[in-house]
């Protein structure tokens, strides 16, 4: 699939170096709402663990490498490795992040079919006792139906209207667009001289997207970090 891209403009204070605020769309601010409905697994995936602040990346990566002999029969890694947004049934424009789980093959032993794994090399544990096995490889392929995609974008998708056009504040606060919001902003950060302003309309995809998202969980300057070195370059 093609990655899906949408556009804001940005409003900024070039003596100041700074993302005032955002011009948004329907689309952008869809994406932003989204976010909320992330699971941490999701989000630790998708910001690849390498990347993560803190230590929930390594309680990741464990649960990751954590051999499956270890593991419920009835239970699956992946509901927490590659967790389902419990806002699935909403279609929203998620810039071709890969929010749903990703398509895998599965394999059980012939022998015990409640034994499951992702590795057709992986030896079966029998119920009759912990680390014995059966003697027999689980590289019988499980049958199942892949879930449909979950960022097909539809026409009266998403989450807020169409018809209206958003501000999106550098700490991502969101609120419908006016020209009393606006200049009321410009007083906030004392702006008397409008030369100093520029507008700037930028592309928000996936490497943006996945920059906006770990910025989001560090800073209250989060379109400044994200954008304003791609704008002075």
Known sequence: MAESKV??????????????????GKECVDFLFHILALPIGSVIRLLTTKRMVGSLGNLYDSLKNLD?????????????????????????????????????QFYMCP?????????????????GGYGSICGCTMNTKVAYIAAPAENVVTINGGLVKGVVTYMVLDDLSV???????????????????????????????????LKLLKTSLQS??????????????
Not at 7 to 24: N, P, Q, S, W, Y
């Open 7 to 24: 556009t804001m403009k940005l409003l900024i204070d070039t003596k100041g170096e700074r993302v005032m605020f955002a011009e948004a």
């Open 111 to 127: 022998n015990h079919r409640s034994y499951v794994t992702d590795d057709p090399q992986t030896r079966c544990p029998t119920a």
């Open 175 to 209: 609120k419908p667009m006016s020209t009393i919001s606006s200049i009321t902003l410009l007083n906030e950060f004392s702006i008397k001289d409008v030369g100093v302003l520029q507008e700037k309309v930028v592309t928000l995809g996936m490497d943006e997207a």
């Open 68 to 104: 499956n002999m270890y593991i419920q029969p009835n239970q699956n890694k992946d509901t927490l490795l590659i967790p389902k947004s419990a806002a699935c049934d909403t279609s929203v424009p998620l810039l071709s992040i890969p929010n749903s789980p990703v398509e895998r």
């Open 220 to 233: 209250k300057s989060v379109l400044t970090s994200v954008f304003m070195d791609n704008i002075n370059e």
